[in-house]
């Protein structure tokens, strides 16, 4: 079983920059689809970006997309997600997800992720 960990939250101000990291443990991400997803409070968990395990396909959510972009390093066993030109309907919480069975067309489901982190804090202020 793959363990995922979200690091590089925090509270920035609107337009500004950050990167969070998902590093994973326990296998390895090559074998594995990955993705972004976002909580707000009283929302529900929304998708943001995916990345197959091939890294030649990525997925993004219209409100991120030019705005973020998603990348992995197999050998760091670690997957990214660079976020600029935030804004405050950005804060959330962000999840890593992932999936060892191949997704094809089903990135923006959350149902098709099996592993996930435990999610680290965005907060964007106006």
């Known amino acids: 079983q793959v363990q995922l960990v979200e690091s590089g939250g925090g509270l920035v101000q609107a337009g500004g920059s950050l990167r969070l990291s998902c590093a994973a443990s326990?296998?390895?991400?090559?074998?594995?689809?990955m993705g972004w997803f976002r909580q707000a409070p009283g929302k529900e968990r929304e998708f943001v970006a995916a990345?197959?395990?091939?890294?030649?396909?990525?997925y993004y959510a219209d409100s991120v997309k030019g705005r973020f972009t998603i990348s992995r390093d197999n050998a760091k066993n670690t997957v990214y997600l660079h976020m600029d030109s935030l804004k405050p309907d950005d804060t959330a919480v962000y999840y890593c997800?992932?999936?060892?069975?191949?997704?094809?067309?089903?990135?923006?489901?959350?149902?098709?992720?099996?592993?996930w982190g435990q999610g680290t804090q965005v907060t964007v202020s106006p």
């Open positions: 997800g992932a999936s060892r069975t191949y997704i094809y067309s089903d990135y923006t489901r959350k149902f098709s992720y099996d592993y």
């Open positions: 990345i197959s395990r091939s890294d030649v396909i990525t």
């Open positions: 326990g296998r390895t991400i090559s074998s594995y689809d």
